[in-house]
C-alpha cells in the first residue's frame, strides 16, 4: 500500500524559509515521478512542482520559481521542498503527490495527507 | 497561460446522471485527469487520460474529451459522491488545475 507522509509544515513570518519532507513507501520509488501540490484554505488545488523519476526534469509553477527548490533523494524514498522568502500568498495545505509513471506529465494517482503552512507575522 | 474552467456547482438528486465540464482551449488535444475530494480528505484519482478509470473506482464513472470540453460523467449518482471534483491537464510542462465543481446530491 501506498503511504507518503508529510512533515514539516507550519506558522512561519514572511521572508522566512521552511522545507517540507515526505517520506514513501509502498511502491518503488524510483521508478516514479513526483509532485507537490497545495491548496490554500477554501481555495482549488494548485501545482506548485514536479521531479522526474531521475531528477533530469524539474517543473515549478511560476508562482514560486526561483524561491523554492525541489529534491528527491531515491536512495531514502524521500522528496523535499524547500521554500524560501515564504509570502502570505504561500499559505496552504501543501500535498506531497506520486505520480503514475516516471515523467513529469501523468496523472497524480496517489496523494499523502499534506501539511499546512501558515505564512503570517 | 493556460486556463481550466469548472462551473462552481452542479446539483443531482440521488439515481441520476451528474454530467461536470471542464473546458479550455483545445483540450481534447491533452489527456484529462479528475480527482475527487471529499471535506477533509486529501483527493483521490477516479479518471486518467480522459476516460480510464484507476481500480477501485465504481464503474458509474465515466470520461470523455473532445474539442474544447471534457466531461466526468457519474451514473446512478448516489449520496457518497457528493465531493469536490477538479479537472487537471498537462501544458507546457506545467501541470493545470480547474477551479473545482461542487456536486451536491440531493
Known amino acids: 500500500e501506498v503511504h507518503l507522509v508529510v512533515s514539516g509544515g507550519g506558522l512561519v513570518q514572511p521572508g522566512r524559509s521552511l522545507r517540507l519532507s515526505c517520506a514513501a513507501s509502498g511502491f518503488t520509488f524510483d521508478d516514479y515521478a513526483m509532485h507537490w501540490v497545495r491548496q490554500a484554505p477554501g481555495k482549488g488545488l494548485e501545482w506548485v512542482s514536479s521531479v522526474s523519476w531521475n531528477r533530469a526534469n524539474i517543473d515549478y509553477a511560476d508562482s514560486v520559481k526561483g524561491r523554492f527548490t525541489v529534491l528527491r533523494d531515491n536512495a531514502d524514498n524521500s522528496l523535499y521542498l524547500q521554500m524560501n522568502s515564504l509570502r502570505p500568498d504561500d499559505t496552504a495545505l501543501y500535498f506531497c503527490?506520486?505520480?503514475?509513471?516516471?515523467?513529469?506529465?501523468?496523472?497524480?494517482?496517489?496523494w499523502g495527507q499534506g501539511t499546512l503552512v501558515t505564512v503570517s507575522s | 497561460s493556460y486556463e481550466l474552467t469548472q462551473p462552481p456547482s452542479v446539483s443531482v438528486s440521488p439515481g441520476q446522471t451528474a454530467s461536470i465540464p471542464c473546458s479550455g482551449d483545445d483540450l481534447g488535444d491533452k489527456f484529462v485527469n479528475w480527482y475527487q475530494q471529499k471535506p477533509g480528505q486529501s483527493p483521490l484519482l477516479v479518471m486518467y487520460?480522459?476516460?480510464k478509470r484507476p481500480s477501485g473506482i465504481p464503474e458509474r464513472f465515466s470520461g470523455s474529451n473532445s474539442g474544447n470540453t471534457a466531461t466526468l460523467t457519474i451514473s446512478g449518482t448516489q449520496a457518497i459522491d457528493e465531493a469536490d471534483y477538479h479537472c487537471q491537464a498537462w501544458d507546457s510542462d506545467a501541470a493545470i488545475f480547474g477551479g473545482g465543481t461542487k456536486l451536491t446530491v440531493l
Open positions: 503527490v506520486k505520480g503514475d509513471y516516471g515523467a513529469n506529465s501523468g496523472a497524480f494517482d496517489y
Open positions: 487520460q480522459d476516460s
